[in-house]
């Protein structure tokens, strides 16, 4: 198997990963934000209703073993 895809292997199942931490905290809006990931690099964007959400979303994402960085561009919609 090529180094390139394995790392796209283990880069969908941290994806896979942290789509299921963010809907296990139960919040309607974090399971609706869209999940990128490149190299254990997460990237974040959608929308939630609220700073705290999005905040959540963020330290949520940095939990997961393998992330080693999030980059987000969640818009909080008041």
């Given at each position: 198997?090529?180094?390139?895809?394995?790392?796209?292997d283990?880069?969908?199942?941290?994806?896979?990963?942290?789509?299921?931490?963010?809907?296990?905290?139960?919040?309607?809006?974090?399971?609706?934000?869209?999940?990128?990931?490149?190299?254990?690099?997460?990237f974040?964007?959608?929308?939630?209703?609220?700073?705290?959400?999005?905040?959540?979303?963020?330290?949520?994402?940095?939990r997961?073993?393998?992330?080693?960085?999030?980059?987000?561009?969640?818009?909080?919609?008041?």
């Open positions: 198997m090529s180094t390139l895809a394995t790392l796209a283990t880069d969908r199942d941290l994806e896979l990963r942290v789509r299921v931490f963010l809907a296990s905290l139960g919040w309607q809006s974090l399971k609706q934000l869209h999940v990128r990931v490149n190299e254990g690099a997460v974040l964007d959608g929308r939630v209703p609220s700073f705290y959400e999005r905040q959540l979303a963020i330290s949520a994402c940095q997961v073993a393998g992330v080693y960085q999030v980059s987000e561009s969640i818009e909080v919609a008041l």
